[in-house]
């Protein structure tokens, strides 16, 4: 993976004579995988330099381009160099812009606001380039060869941070992003006091990553005045990668009042507070690996390994998975490249290749939107009020609960997606509500899993780990921008619990099978209407498919008791089923992750029950499935499960009979 530095200031592009070394410009990062795949995050100014560069990659290759934009956030510094991405306008070029989806609002009407006639003067409307736009909550998707895991951020405008992988190794890129709990990020935690649970979700977003770029616009002493701004301290940034085992932090999002000498002064000394070290002169421009570029984006220096200070090489060489002190810190510097190698010790790069796809959780880039209730738990009228105020804005409903038993009432009795609990008259009275309502939980999926956010003019972090606090995101005074957009994050991230399959590994031979058969839009056939019939009544359901999964679809062969011809893939239950050689069984969806909001959950026919069994063709591919499906949790023993891969067997041989499959199948005595 090659990752290249266009971008690295922040807030506002700072070009002149004190920035020439570490860049002026506005957030961009290149990203070219080993397969070719190219990926740009943020498209801050620094993209109009990206941008040229790419035109004459065309012009040598003669090739159009194809490629994908990751938007962090929507703020100027991120997206201003969107209308000066030359590449943008051409046509026969191939773009996906993603992007984090709001309570309201595409990503694409968003961008399309600063392209508006009073500030720009050619519209969205006019780009040449095919260009899809990706709406995103959390979640991992694939782009190309790259797995792309999106994770929120802690910033004022709804935020996404993205981790890469791919090619054996890890990128991070973290910015905007402040850290959750002030005391950490002003440096006055005990060193073995607990850190708050969203810092702790963030480092592990960090860990052992390859290369991490984070924001690190301040230090401690300029952090002070600007809390709830959205940025990191150096320190922290520093810490927070120490702690978890990251190879390499570039330090970017850089302040426009830093110029060059300051940035590697102050970054020195950050450097000296954490780690006990001071920043290498070989880190303060180039590191390992990382090749100079020059105007035209043609390679005019390669540093070579031993540019690498002996020291650093040595604390390379002798790195173990547990050693934090192999960290190395760099200032990102604009023009800069830097080629990632496997490097995790102790494992080979196939075994890092499949630590990495291990842990796959699908992708969810456009999620169910549903009516959000969230419940606020407080005596105190002005913070209900001004809470009330900020869900407003985003068009939420809220519901009131004065005391500890109408809270607990209230949860009881609805289905909310959020709790916002505020000091009324003593911290530990909001704590002990936050454990009655996780008591509650022991039995119900829903509730264990509730956002409970506790507003209260000072953080407790133990005694709120304890008590099942979230999230402590609101410490007074709070803003009402500040709090719609941690209320717009929450809300999403429930709605995480919809995820769409991986096509199976055999994809490609599982497509060119399934055409095949030439069954896919053709008329019912009784042959197979009989075996869903005999399911149904079998099982005492009352839905049975024979599911077909094509590249965009599931289509139903032979249906009984749903109306419904076909619905999108990515909301298929068979999709999954088809991805495994056994039955698929969800006893209950909504204590299920993967289709909790599932539009065929929260929607008609609202599955709360769903067994698939995958049809196995004679080459070994699966086609589709045989599934039955009901509107109540239910559960199927083994008899049954056994009954129902028999009748899948049938489903079988009949979807291959008058085919060049039947051929290959082995017993050709069919149930009639």
């Given at each position: 993976?090659?990752?290249?530095?266009?971008?690295?200031?922040?807030?506002?592009?700072?070009?002149?004579?004190?920035?020439v070394k570490?860049?002026?410009?506005?957030?961009c990062i290149?990203?070219r995988?080993?397969?070719?795949?190219?990926?740009?995050?943020?498209?801050g100014?620094g993209?109009?330099?990206?941008?040229?560069?790419?035109?004459?990659?065309?012009?040598?290759?003669?090739?159009?381009?194809?490629?994908?934009?990751?938007?962090?956030?929507?703020?100027?510094?991120?997206?201003?160099g969107?209308?000066?991405?030359?590449?943008l306008?051409?046509?026969?070029?191939?773009?996906?812009?993603?992007?984090?989806r709001?309570?309201?609002?595409?990503?694409?009407?968003?961008?399309?606001?600063?392209?508006?006639?009073?500030?720009?003067?050619?519209?969205?409307?006019?780009?040449?380039?095919?260009?899809?736009?990706?709406?995103l909550?959390?979640?991992?998707?694939?782009?190309?060869s790259?797995?792309?895991?999106?994770?929120?951020?802690?910033?004022?405008c709804?935020?996404?941070?993205?981790?890469?992988e791919?090619?054996?190794?890890?990128?991070?890129?973290?910015?905007?992003?402040?850290p959750?709990?002030?005391?950490?990020?002003?440096?006055e935690?005990d060193?073995?006091a607990?850190l708050?649970?969203?810092?702790l979700?963030?480092i592990?977003?960090l860990?052992?990553?390859d290369?991490?770029?984070h924001?690190?616009?301040?230090?401690?002493?300029?952090?002070?005045?600007?809390v709830?701004?959205?940025?990191?301290t150096?320190?922290?940034?520093i810490?927070m990668?120490?702690?978890?085992?990251?190879?390499?932090?570039?330090?970017s999002?850089?302040?426009?009042?830093?110029?060059?000498a300051?940035?590697?002064?102050?970054v020195g000394?950050?450097?000296?507070?954490?780690?006990?070290?001071?920043?290498?002169?070989?880190?303060?421009?180039?590191?390992?690996?990382?090749?100079?570029q020059?105007s035209?984006?043609?390679?005019?220096?390669?540093?070579?390994?031993?540019?690498?200070?002996?020291?650093?090489?040595?604390?390379?060489?002798?790195?173990?998975k547990?050693?934090?002190?192999?960290?190395?810190?760099?200032i990102?510097?604009?023009?800069?490249?830097?080629d990632?190698?496997?490097a995790?010790?102790?494992?080979?790069?196939?075994?890092?290749?499949?630590?990495m796809?291990?842990e796959?959780?699908?992708a969810?880039?456009?999620?169910?939107?549903?009516?959000?209730?969230?419940?606020i738990?407080?005596?105190?009228?002005?913070?209900?009020?001004?809470?009330?105020?900020?869900?407003k804005g985003?068009?939420?409903?809220?519901?009131?609960a004065?005391?500890?038993?109408?809270?607990?009432?209230a949860?009881?009795?609805?289905r909310?997606?959020?709790?916002?609990?505020?000091?009324g008259?003593?911290?530990?009275?909001?704590?002990?509500?936050?454990q009655?309502?996780r008591?509650?939980?022991?039995?119900?999926?829903?509730?264990?899993?509730?956002?409970?956010?506790?507003?209260?003019?000072?953080?407790?972090?133990?005694?709120?780990?304890?008590?099942?606090?979230?999230?402590?995101?609101?410490?007074?005074?709070?803003?009402e921008?500040?709090?719609?957009?941690?209320?717009?994050?929450?809300?999403l991230?429930?709605?995480?619990?919809?995820?769409?399959?991986?096509?199976?590994?055999?994809?490609?031979?599982?497509?060119?099978?399934?055409?095949?058969?030439r069954?896919?839009d053709?008329?019912?056939?009784?042959?197979?209407?009989?075996l869903?019939?005999?399911?149904s009544?079998?099982?005492?359901?009352?839905?049975?498919?024979?599911?077909?999964?094509?590249?965009?679809?599931?289509?139903?062969?032979s249906?009984?008791g749903l109306?419904?011809?076909?619905?999108?893939r990515?909301q298929a239950?068979?999709?999954?089923a088809?991805?495994?050689?056994?039955?698929?069984?969800?006893?209950?969806t909504?204590?299920?992750?993967?289709?909790?909001?599932?539009?065929?959950?929260?929607?008609g026919?609202?599955?709360?029950?769903?067994?698939?069994?995958?049809?196995q063709?004679?080459?070994?591919?699966s086609?589709?499935?045989?599934?039955i499906?009901?509107?109540?949790?239910?559960?199927?023993?083994t008899?049954k499960m056994?009954?129902?891969?028999?009748?899948?067997?049938?489903?079988e041989?009949?979807?291959?009979?008058?085919?060049?499959?039947?051929?290959?199948?082995?017993?050709?005595?069919?149930?009639?």
């Amino acid at each position: 993976m090659k990752v290249t530095f266009w971008g690295t200031r922040g807030s506002i592009a700072k070009p002149g004579p004190t920035t020439v070394k570490y860049g002026g410009n506005t957030s961009c990062i290149e990203v070219r995988s080993d397969a070719g795949d190219l990926v740009v995050l943020d498209c801050g100014t620094g993209g109009h330099g990206l941008g040229n560069a790419l035109m004459a990659e065309m012009a040598r290759t003669k090739k159009p381009l194809k490629g994908s934009i990751l938007i962090t956030h929507t703020h100027w510094d991120h997206i201003q160099g969107i209308p000066f991405f030359v590449p943008l306008y051409v046509p026969g070029n191939k773009w996906d812009v993603y992007g984090p989806r709001g309570i309201s609002g595409s990503l694409r009407e968003i961008l399309a606001g600063q392209m508006q006639y009073t500030y720009f003067p050619v519209d969205l409307d006019y780009l040449g380039s095919s260009v899809d736009y990706h709406d995103l909550v959390e979640g991992t998707f694939h782009v190309g060869s790259i797995k792309v895991t999106a994770q929120y951020m802690n910033h004022p405008c709804l935020t996404l941070g993205y981790r890469l992988e791919c090619d054996g190794v890890a990128f991070v890129y973290a910015c905007d992003h402040e850290p959750h709990s002030q005391s950490y990020a002003l440096g006055e935690l005990d060193a073995d006091a607990p850190l708050n649970s969203q810092d702790l979700r963030h480092i592990d977003f960090l860990r052992k990553a390859d290369l991490v770029v984070h924001d690190a616009q301040y230090t401690r002493e300029e952090y002070r005045p600007k809390v709830g701004w959205g940025h990191c301290t150096m320190e922290c940034a520093i810490d927070m990668c120490q702690r978890c085992g990251v190879r390499r932090l570039g330090i970017s999002h850089h302040d426009p009042l830093h110029d060059d000498a300051q940035l590697e002064q102050l970054v020195g000394k950050a450097m000296q507070t954490v780690l006990g070290r001071p920043l290498e002169h070989g880190q303060c421009v180039v590191e390992e690996g990382i090749a100079e570029q020059g105007s035209n984006h043609e390679k005019v220096q390669e540093t070579k390994s031993e540019v690498v200070p002996k020291n650093v090489s040595n604390r390379l060489d002798n790195c173990n998975k547990e050693d934090n002190s192999c960290l190395q810190v760099f200032i990102a510097a604009e023009g800069k490249s830097i080629d990632l190698q496997p490097a995790l010790i102790g494992l080979s790069v196939d075994e890092k290749k499949e630590e990495m796809i291990a842990e796959e959780s699908c992708a969810l880039t456009k999620p169910v939107t549903h009516e959000h209730i969230v419940l606020i738990g407080t005596s105190n009228n002005k913070i209900a009020e001004d809470l009330e105020l900020a869900s407003k804005g985003d068009k939420l409903n809220t519901v009131r609960a004065n005391n500890a038993v109408e809270i607990i009432g209230a949860i009881q009795s609805e289905r909310f997606s959020l709790v916002l609990l505020a000091d009324g008259n003593k911290k530990d009275e909001t704590l002990e509500i936050c454990q009655m309502i996780r008591n509650l939980g022991s039995e119900n999926h829903h509730i264990r899993t509730l956002p409970v956010i506790v507003v209260a003019d000072k953080e407790d972090t133990e005694a709120g780990l304890k008590a099942g606090v979230t999230d402590w995101l609101l410490v007074m005074p709070f803003t009402e921008q500040y709090a719609r957009t941690r209320f717009r994050a929450w809300l999403l991230r429930i709605a995480c619990q919809w995820r769409r399959a991986d096509p199976p590994i055999d994809e490609v031979l599982r497509l060119e099978t399934l055409r095949r058969l030439r069954v896919l839009d053709t008329d019912p056939e009784e042959r197979l209407d009989k075996l869903t019939r005999i399911a149904s009544s079998a099982f005492d359901m009352p839905i049975a498919l024979v599911s077909l999964v094509d590249e965009e679809r599931q289509w139903f062969k032979s249906s009984f008791g749903l109306q419904a011809k076909e619905t999108p893939r990515d909301q298929a239950f068979c999709s999954h089923a088809i991805r495994g050689k056994d039955v698929l069984v969800v006893n209950d969806t909504l204590t299920d992750e993967r289709f909790a909001d599932n539009p065929l959950v929260t929607g008609g026919p609202r599955i709360r029950f769903y067994a698939g069994y995958p049809l196995q063709l004679s080459n070994g591919t699966s086609p589709g499935t045989l599934c039955i499906i009901d509107s109540k949790p239910r559960d199927l023993d083994t008899k049954k499960m056994g009954l129902l891969k028999e009748l899948g067997g049938v489903v079988e041989k009949e979807l291959e009979r008058g085919t060049d499959l039947e051929e290959d199948r082995p017993g050709q005595g069919l149930v009639r």
